[in-house]
């Protein structure tokens, strides 16, 4: 059984990729549906509701303990920032959970305007890219020792500068994307991350 984060985001999309890919889904809203779970997708969305509605929900403090005990965690977009042990151009108050050693930056690839879809060699998936759809989408500044990048782009930032930037990773048990995968119809990721679960019971 996964849950998906529920206070905002791409729920549904998300719940329907797990049950193709035979996992049970589960929408989380409150601390006690977090009990049953064996893994949690956080899904996405727009990074400073999150925390502020985790926060408000009283889910911010038990899904960090979830995830500090080993659980499972794959986050898309605003779940990538979610994750990051590091917050770029983010809200003084937004918390994040840490759980990759990770900078990350925020609507780094431009406005809702400057979205795009693009393929992304994603290690681990075969070789056939990946159509990755980035809508106001954050990338890794830098990584930590321990933390695995499994796909890059090169593409020019709302800073102006064109360099390569990693947009999917992987440490331990936590999985994270710039690009949104339950938008797509590719299982691939949603079936890595279900795998990932699964061995870890």
Known sequence: MIGVFALQGDVREHAHALTACGAVARPIR?????????????????????SKLAIEFGLYDPIAKRLADGMPVYGSCAGMIMLASTVLDGRPDQRSFGAISMTVR???FGRQVDSFEAPVAVSGLSDEPYHAVFIRAPWV??????????????????????????VAVRQGAALATSFHPELTGDLRLHDLFVRMVRESR
Request: net charge negative; charged share 20%; aromatic share 0%.
């Open 30 to 50: 409150r601390p006690a549906e977090l009990d049953d779970v064996d893994g949690l997708i956080i899904p996405g969305g727009e990074s400073t509701t999150m």
């Open 106 to 108: 925020r609507n780094a």
């Open 141 to 166: 500044e830098s990584v930590d020792p321990g933390v695995t990048v499994l796909g890059s782009i090169t593409r020019t930032g709302a800073d102006g500068t064109t360099a390569p930037h990693a």
